[in-house]
């Protein structure tokens, strides 16, 4: 993926020169990665942010923490790369001022809706004469087709997610604390990506290893739709909900992928709900196809929410990429044509409040000339465990 950076970078200056914007000034670091092929540092969340200038004409400038210079160079084809100190001459704000004093650029392109308030002030200060304008919908329209490299790390993370799942559900038992079930789909999930890895022999310096806080719910907890990981002990007929979504991310592609399972056993109202969740996802995939608007799959699951005496429900799905939610979003009013190589979550459900149940289901799919592949072909059946 590193050579991909350079023809990346090519195709965003002529998209630039067409929008007659003179640099574009990168700071997400999914972003960074996407055309630098640079990830893993610690960057804004450290004060330290790390900023990729992009000329539309000429080369790019990586300005970086001195402290990532040896893993910056180890990893990004970007030649030049300007270094600072924490607490040294100004710090990386008097490097941009000396960079967008050379370029003098009249239009600089930033990410208004992602650029963290720690660089907003400074590159505004920096850019007191220049208009700036949002990159949002380049940088969306880019990243929403995957290429060969992309598909398949996107492949392999659907083998990472179900290699967690089997694990996961092979502790799930009364008396069993919930966290079991996620130290399993770690272990699991590292192992899988490792051999992955090994298979490829190549990029040593991206991780195995599948963390973050992942989303288990279980009991009469399965309406607090995020909530993470706890030390509650399951209990016969408890649904349990598992989400892996912010897990897996391999080669730093993300993975949407959710399952529920029953302990033992579960209610008739229950196995209706969770029927109807899984007849709206299969909607959703039914109406999936190039061309298509992609409110379409949204409003195909809600006619099966409705159907069943179910209001609206949160969106059906979301295109997903090196972020957890990039362009464009499965929900009501979204126009934009679905397009051949684009990568899907579809994560929809009900939740039912009132009877302290929901029930949800998450896969990915790739967008293919008629229909779907699906990339995490899990079984989807009510299972009692």
């Known amino acids: ?39 893993g540092y610690l960057g804004v969340e450290n004060n330290r942010p790390m900023l990729l200038a992009v000329p539309r004409a000429g080369d790019p400038v990586l300005i970086c923490p001195a402290i990532e210079l040896a893993m910056a160079r180890r ?8 270094t600072w100190v924490d607490g040294v001459d100004g710090e990386w704000p008097i490097l941009l001022e000396k960079l967008l004093g050379k370029e003098r650029p009249r239009t600089v392109g930033v990410e208004m ?97 599948c963390g973050a806080l992942p989303i288990v719910q279980s009991g009469h907890d399965m309406c607090l739709a995020n909530r993470r990981v706890t030390g509650r002990v399951l209990r016969p007929g408890d649904p349990i909900l598992y989400c892996f979504c912010e897990m897996v991310r391999f080669r730093n592609y993300r993975t949407a992928f959710d399952r529920q399972v029953f302990v033992g056993s579960a209610t008739d109202e229950q196995a209706r709900i969770y029927e109807v969740a899984i007849a709206a996802q299969k909607a959703a995939m039914a109406a999936i196809r190039p061309g298509v608007p992609a409110e379409e799959p949204h409003l195909a699951a809600e006619e099966v929410y ?80």
């Open 306 to 385: 409705r159907s069943a005496g179910f209001g609206a429900s949160y969106r059906i799905g979301r295109s997903i990429g090196c972020s957890l939610v990039e362009t464009p979003e499965l929900k009501r009013g979204e126009r934009m044509p679905l397009r051949a190589g684009m990568v899907l979550g579809i994560d929809g459900g009900i939740l039912v409040p009132e009877l302290d149940f929901a029930a949800r289901i998450g896969d990915t799919v790739l967008v293919i000339e008629n229909g779907i592949e699906e990339l995490t072909p899990y079984p989807r059946e009510l299972r009692a465990l």
């Open 113 to 209: 809706a992602r650029m963290p308030g720690l660089v907003a002030a400074p590159v505004r200060d920096a850019l007191p004469r220049a208009g700036l304008v949002d990159l949002a919908p380049i940088l969306g329209d880019m990243r929403m087709i995957k290429d060969r490299e992309e598909i398949q790390a996107f492949r392999d993370g659907g083998q990472i997610a179900m290699a967690m799942a089997r694990a996961a559900e092979a502790v799930v038992a009364p008396g069993v604390p919930e966290y079991e079930m996620t130290l399993a789909a770690v272990d699991a999930g590292t192992r899988k990506a490792a051999e992955l890895l090994a298979r490829d022999g190549t990029d040593s310096l991206h991780t195995p290893h």
């Open 1 to 39: 993926m590193k050579e991909a950076g350079a023809r990346r970078r090519w195709d965003l200056a002529g998209r630039m020169a067409a929008e007659g914007i003179d640099l574009a000034l990168l700071t997400e670091p999914d972003s960074i990665f996407y055309f630098a092929h640079l990830w």
């Open 75 to 82: 990893m990004t084809d970007v030649a030049e790369i300007r």
